[in-house]
């Protein structure tokens, strides 16, 4: 019978009325070829174990794929067909003609053994499946149906409908590249008795904030739609659909024709990319000998050469026979060697290219007993392939003052002899220096990252002790060593005319000198009423200890990762816990430490002559710097709200705001976010934004999926990150939340023999990801401290380019 007449219930399921066993003659509609004679078919079974009136969401399933198959272009058209005689399924010859199946079924047991075995020849043969909605209650007795529709609906799943969003995480497969990010509209959504993610293709997931879920919920990582190819065939599955109203809905249209197109062999789509069993992670170092870091040093940093080397550096640590000199009476306090090993794919052996005399080789004990700094950052010249050019982010140890327990900090670049891959000491051309405090601990940050303009961006920590505020803002400015003080970040991060906590930007000449580019947050002339200075370099303010700094020439936007303060817990007196945060940083700006952190979240101000007592909170949009220890402007850039922040109560915590737009900081009060995340022990890596090559073949590359995710991680494994993320370009460069994202703890592998304390991460030239695990002691290298290669082995788009049903001419 005609699609536009299937029998109509009037209710919204199936009735619970007794249905008369339908005519044979009835039980198909005649095939509706679309224009031009095309030859490609779709069945649409609609037979359902339960008993009465076919539900109303049938008849409009039905229409709908019909006004499909009969639009857009006509290289992509097909007709359709639907039945509710499961006997299709063991006709061969009939079978045979359809190149997708779709069930549109009420669910339930609605195949006997014989008629699945006949669904199951025909995906081995190459067959394709488009489950909707009840299709996942189907067969429930199956093992091969569980893996044909991917997951089954959790028992107590919520029965109402409700509008919730859905997150469109795919931007190329055709069910889901046209729908927007944010896709919000009416459903039933199940909760599933096991999360498929990860063993199938997750193209949308529903953000379960939106809506209710019930006690059954998935919780962040909630999948609705997803693919795979299964056995021999294509399978994509979508549990949305149930409601007759879902079909006149554009964009679920585009979604369900879409996953027809795909299913059909009308278009070529990958449905491998997040399944974890595509990926391979290996690691590429041996642990060192004894006493030798012949492999690799203290794990801080890398990055890939266009020839495919890979180059990374150790910031001072020795392994743990070699002493630690601590005693500041020593001319070797604190001496260390920041190593710099290349890797070469093509042999697969290491070459240590050089070693650099550090301050840096101090570790354990109290606050004034360990120290970060040391060899920090690797970059390498734009033309590095024509001039060897490296450039080093480091504190060397000729250059201490033990008397006043300072030291300078440098930015400086050395040959590499491309031929040998040893590393010209005496080659050494220093762009950049400025002071730094070595009396006390931590933060020395030492990123480094270009953009396409030939701009290098330098990374610097706050150079200030994690000590004497109680965990929350560092804005203490009593301590001091020798009238250096060593506690107020004010001193430094907050501070306009002082290098530390800043992301640098110049621009390196070919004589090892720089200039300043236009853009920069001052111009280095700036006074106010105070007479306070200015530095030009300095593109960003106010971050704590950026690490890792990333620059996606696509754009030339800067994305950074920088760890924050201890406190476990907000204050009500101090203002929010240590927030690790990360940003997407389109221009010039405040990003807020030790002001104000998260989305412009403030601290309480603390002065002289006691600084125990708390003062006023920051005006996050007027702060000012009113310590004793600045010597630069009082009145500051406003701060720059952030993307991502995390506690260990969850991800981006935000709190009700009194009148003044003080935050409450009542845990109670708490709302968050961002649920996939949450902290503990925490330090935030920042990772790249990857960028598919198609002229890169036989590689490992990462698949076009991650095309354009920006990948966010933890030094630590357990609850902290490790994700791709998709930002908002209309809101990102404001601090706007992230609209999307997926784990990556299944490929890029955590736990003790994975890549357990993740320290760097970069995408070679050949698409594969290069990633440093730091191992699994502090301030040395050990047996774990390794390079690691994550590449994809799931090959290429499906179906073939010669099973396709019908060629473009």
């Known amino acids: 019978m005609a699609a536009g007449v299937v029998a109509a219930g009037v209710l919204t399921g199936p009735a619970a009325s007794a249905r008369p066993a339908p005519d044979p003659a009835l039980t198909t509609m005649s095939i509706k070829s679309p224009p031009g004679g095309g030859d490609v078919r779709v069945l649409i079974y609609y037979g359902s174990a339960a008993a009465g009136e076919e539900s109303p969401v049938v008849n409009a399933g039905i229409e709908a794929i019909e006004k499909i198959g009969l639009s857009g272009p006509a290289d992509q058209r097909f007709g359709v067909e639907a039945t509710n005689d499961a006997s299709v399924f063991t006709d061969d010859t009939r079978l045979s003609l359809f190149n997708a199946v779709v069930f549109l079924t009420g669910g339930g047991d609605v195949l006997d053994p014989e008629q699945e075995a006949g669904l199951e020849a025909y995906m081995e043969a190459g067959g394709g499946f488009v489950g909707i909605h009840d299709a ?182 020795a392994d743990s026979s070699q002493p630690v000199v601590t005693d500041w009476n020593s001319p070797d306090i604190g001496k260390g060697k920041g190593e710099i090993h290349v890797y070469d794919p093509k042999t697969k052996k290491v070459t240590l290219a050089g070693a650099l005399t550090v301050f840096g080789n101090k570790g354990g004990g109290d606050e004034l007993t360990k120290v970060e700094e040391g060899l920090l950052g690797i970059e390498l010249d734009p033309r590095f392939q024509q001039n060897g050019w490296v450039y080093l982010h480091y504190t060397p140890h000729s250059r201490i003052n033990r008397d006043t327990r300072t030291a300078d900090r440098y930015v400086s670049r050395f040959t590499l002899d491309l031929a040998t891959n040893k590393l010209d000491l005496d080659s050494e051309k220093v762009l950049l220096k400025w002071p730094v405090q070595i009396h006390s601990c931590c933060h020395a940050g030492g990123g480094m990252a270009w ?58 000449e070919p004589d090892g000198t720089y200039t300043l580019p236009e853009g920069n947050l001052f111009t280095g002339r700036e006074t106010d009423e105070g007479g306070g200075k200015t530095r030009g370099e300095i593109y960003v303010m106010g971050v704590r200890n950026p690490a890792r700094i990333f620059v996606d020439k696509s754009t030339d936007i800067l994305y950074a990762g920088w ?214 002691g502090f301030f040395t290298s050990d047996a774990r401290s390794a390079l690691w290669r994550v590449t994809y082995t799931g090959g290429g788009p499906t179906p073939a380019v010669d099973r396709l049903a019908r060629k473009a001419e």
Not at 187 to 199: A, I, L, T, Y
Not at 567 to 592: C, E, H, L, M
Not at 593 to 615: I, V
């Open 136 to 317: 996942a209650r189907a067969e429930p007795y199956s093992d091969w149906f569980t893996g044909l529709v991917g997951a089954r609906p959790a028992a107590s799943s919520p029965t109402a409908v409700q509008r919730a969003t859905v997150e469109v995480g795919d931007r190329r497969h055709p069910a889901t590249k046209d729908l927007p990010v944010q896709w919000k509209r009416p459903d039933r959504w199940f909760n599933w008795m096991k999360n498929p993610s990860g063993d199938v293709h997750t193209v949308a997931r529903v953000r379960e904030s939106t809506y209710q879920p019930g006690a059954s919920g998935n919780g962040w990582d909630h999948p609705v739609s997803w693919c795979r190819d299964y056995d021999g065939g294509r399978s994509f599955y979508t549990s949305m659909g149930s409601t007759v109203a879902s079909y006149d809905e554009t964009d679920f249209r585009t979604h369900l024709r879409g996953a027809l197109l795909w299913t059909t062999r009308l278009v070529r789509a990958d449905c491998k990319a997040t399944i974890n069993g595509n990926y391979k992670a290996e690691r590429l170092t041996r642990p060192n000998q004894p006493g030798q870091n012949d492999q690799i040093g203290e794990p801080h940093g890398l990055v890939t050469a266009p020839d495919g080397r890979v180059l990374y550096i150790g910031r001072g640590g």
């Open 451 to 508: 953009d396409s303009q030939g701009n290098l961006y330098i990374a610097t920590g706050d150079n200030n002790s994690s000590g004497f505020s109680d965990g929350y803002s560092g804005n203490n400015p009593q301590p001091n060593y020798k009238g250096v003080s060593f506690a107020d970040a004010r001193r430094t991060a907050g501070n306009t005319n002082n290098l530390n906590g800043k992301i640098l930007r110049i621009h390196p």
């Open 563 to 776: 760890v924050g303060p201890d406190a476990s817990q907000p204050s009500t007196t101090w203002g929010p816990a240590k927030y690790d945060t990360f940003a997407v940083i389109t221009k010039a700006g405040n990003r807020g430490w030790p002001y104000c952190m998260g989305n412009k979240q403030p601290y309480r101000d603390r002065n002289l002559p006691d600084p125990s007592k708390p003062l006023g909170w920051y005006d996050c949009d007027a702060p000012k710097n009113e310590s004793p220890n600045n010597d630069g402007l009082v009145n500051l850039p406003p701060v720059t709200g952030n993307n991502i922040w995390y506690s260990p109560q969850g991800g981006a915590p935000d709190y009700p705001r009194d009148a003044n737009g003080i935050p409450s900081y009542k845990t109670a009060e708490a709302t968050y976010g961002l649920p996939w995340l949450k902290g503990g022990g925490q330090a935030a890596m920042n990772g790249p934004v990857y960028r598919y090559d198609a002229s890169v073949t036989d590689s490992g590359q990462w698949p076009a999926y991650w095309d354009g995710k920006w990948f966010v991680g933890d030094f630590y494994d357990a609850d902290q990150p490790r994700n791709a993320v998709i930002t908002d370009p209309r809101t990102h460069g404001d601090g706007g939340l992230p609209v999307h994202s997926e784990s990556l703890k299944k490929i890029v592998p955590i736990g003790n023999d994975g890549i357990r304390n993740l320290m760097d991460w970069k995408f070679g030239p050949d698409g594969s990801l290069y990633v440093l695990d730091y191992g699994r």
